[in-house]
């Protein structure tokens, strides 16, 4: 079955740094995401992407955080001056033009110290 | 999106059928009921989901209360490897993206 992949598996940084999530969404889907999931805590929506623009943020979804989609296949995360909250795991998903199930990657761990 | 309800936690033994209910009871004619689970923290896996009629798919059963005020995953032989969070969403969908924001879920642990 086609997957989500995200790279890479554990990101470590110092505070103020940048950060790039990278992930490469199923290949036919239209429809990208990014959740985080700040351990012991939900899952928390961050933002949806189509047609090379922000569909929908969240709060969380600050000035700091950007996305991209550079090429045809990747679909990125940028963190620009990472805060010691930003400590999550980061998930990506992506959807098909019929938009209803999300699948999702396994994750990339990002611990800011 | 309409507020769910679910348990935070239960138990099922192993072979058996484990059903997990969500109350969501000011749902809109037009949301759908999806679910997903969690399996210790690798990303969300999508199981199924429903608007008005059960649905089964290889995965589990979902049963819609004929006032869709609640629902009920059924996985109907439950397994080792089916112990993990399961999160019941109500999200309306109309086209486009389908951002789902999770609650707490339930977490279920299938035992030996």
């Known amino acids: 079955e086609p997957e989500v992949t995200q790279t890479p598996s554990h990101q470590v940084t110092q505070m103020g740094q940048e950060v790039i999530l990278r992930c490469v969404p199923i290949?036919?889907?239209?429809?990208f995401y990014w959740y985080r999931q700040i351990l012991g805590q939900k899952v928390e929506f961050l933002v949806s992407?189509?047609?090379?623009?922000?569909?929908?943020k969240s709060e969380i979804f600050d000035d700091q955080f950007s996305v991209e989609r550079p090429d045809g296949s990747n679909f990125t995360l940028k963190i620009r001056s990472t805060k010691l909250e930003d400590s999550a795991m980061y998930f990506c998903?992506?959807?098909?033009?019929?938009?209803?199930?999300?699948?999702f990657g396994s994750g990339t761990q990002l611990s800011v110290l | 999106d309409a507020k769910t309800t679910q348990p935070t936690s239960m138990d099922c033994a192993e072979g058996r059928a484990a059903n997990l209910p969500c109350n969501h009871s000011?749902?809109?004619?037009?949301?759908?009921v999806y679910w997903y689970r969690q399996i210790h923290s690798q990303g969300p896996q999508y199981i199924i989901h429903?608007?008005?009629n059960n649905e089964t798919n290889e995965m589990a059963s979902l049963i819609i209360t004929e006032d869709r005020k609640s629902s009920t995953l059924i996985l109907p032989h439950a397994t080792l490897r089916d112990t993990a969070v399961y999160y019941c969403?109500?999200?309306?969908?109309?086209?486009?993206?389908?951002?789902?924001?999770f609650g707490t879920g339930t977490r279920l642990t299938v035992i030996p």
């Open positions: 998903a992506s959807g098909s033009g019929e938009g209803r199930k999300l699948f």
């Open positions: 290949s036919n889907h239209l429809y």
């Open positions: 992407f189509y047609n090379n623009e922000i569909s929908e």
């Open positions: 000011t749902i809109s004619g037009n949301e759908y």
């Open positions: 429903g608007l008005k």
């Open positions: 969403i109500v999200r309306v969908y109309s086209g486009g993206a389908n951002n789902l924001f």
